[in-house]
């Protein structure tokens, strides 16, 4: 299978796999920086059978302190939710979102980080579905408890890469979050503007084309060409809380490449006065 078939599904190819006798558990994870509560969007329409997913609650932990915004959460009680949710040993799992791929590509990392093997994200996200035909369902959707075992509890130390504050100086860091942001314009969320040290700024958007699905391994490559990152390095990537890294993580991993995640990231980093701030381009 190639990479990208790994990571991603079209909605024609989610469609007949709903179609198929081994139908996989969906996930609605519909999350956005100035609406993070996404279930009442869910409620209005959803991809039929969908679940929806909380990224604040579900896929975060904020009883953890020091790690940033949106600490990870155990695996522990990811495989509590994970249950609730209906997924079941073995089946596929598909999430989707309807803004940037953000929530998507969290859950994608969380449960792979956390053990599950078979999960892939709807490229192009809510829009595509509805893009290509597809219809909509109402209401909530309570499905059969599920049956996962998730095989790793501490996803800071799981199945996908991660740095810390002290390791993010061994690879080539990305930094996914808007220009503005990166260059210390402007800091609307964090307590302290500008970047981490030494990282070349990837905006999580410009892995996607304007409809929304990630763009190629060509394109890619030009991108990171274009942004001064040294295709031959190792990778890690940070944004403000480790949620739309994750999206440059999943364009890399379409694409074949591996790159490590910074959790904590800018919040993180920035919470420490000791921790060098670089401002500009």
């Given at each position: 299978m190639?990479?990208?078939?790994?990571?991603?599904?079209?909605?024609?190819?989610?469609?007949?796999?709903?179609d198929s006798s081994g139908p996989?558990?969906?996930?609605?994870?519909?999350?956005?920086?100035?609406?993070?509560?996404?279930?009442?969007a869910y409620l209005r329409g959803h991809l039929p059978g969908a679940v929806y997913v909380s990224l604040e609650d579900e896929l975060s932990d904020h009883t953890?302190?020091?790690?940033?915004?949106?600490?990870?959460?155990?695996?522990?009680?990811?495989?509590?939710?994970?249950?609730?949710?209906?997924?079941?040993?073995?089946?596929?799992?598909?999430?989707?979102?309807d803004w940037n791929r953000a929530g998507s590509a969290r859950?994608?990392?969380?449960?792979?980080?956390?053990?599950?093997?078979?999960?892939?994200?709807?490229?192009?996200?809510?829009?595509?579905?509805?893009a290509a035909g597809h219809r909509l369902q109402a209401g909530p959707v309570h499905p059969h408890p599920g049956d996962v075992t998730l095989t790793q509890d501490d996803l800071y130390a799981g199945r996908r890469a991660t740095l810390t504050a002290k390791e993010s100086g061994d690879?080539?860091?990305?930094?996914?979050?808007?220009?503005?942001?990166?260059?210390?314009?402007?800091?609307p969320i964090d307590p302290v503007a500008g970047h981490i040290p030494g990282a070349k700024n990837v905006p999580s958007g410009a892995v996607l084309a304007p409809d929304g699905t990630?763009?190629?391994?060509?394109?890619?490559?030009?991108?990171?060409?274009?942004?001064?990152?040294d295709a031959a390095a190792g990778l890690g990537v940070y944004c403000g809380s480790g949620v739309t890294a994750a999206v440059a993580i999943a364009a890399l991993a379409a694409a074949g490449r591996?790159?490590?995640?910074?959790?904590?990231?800018?919040?993180?980093?920035?919470?420490?006065p000791n921790r060098a701030v670089e401002r500009g381009p």
């Open positions: 190639h990479a990208r078939d790994r990571v991603l599904i079209t909605a024609d190819g989610l469609a007949d796999l709903l996989p558990a969906i996930l609605d994870v519909r999350w956005r920086l100035d609406e993070p509560d996404g279930h009442a953890v302190e020091g790690r940033g915004r949106h600490p990870l959460p155990s695996g522990r009680t990811l495989q509590q939710a994970a249950r609730r949710w209906g997924i079941r040993r073995g089946a596929p799992v598909v999430v989707y979102d859950a994608w990392w969380v449960l792979t980080a956390a053990g599950l093997d078979s999960v892939r994200i709807l490229d192009g996200g809510l829009s595509a579905w509805l690879l080539t860091l990305i930094d996914a979050r808007a220009p503005e942001r990166f260059r210390g314009d402007v800091e990630f763009i190629g391994e060509g394109a890619l490559a030009r991108l990171l060409s274009d942004s001064g990152v591996d790159a490590a995640l910074y959790p904590g990231s800018w919040s993180e980093w920035c919470s420490d």
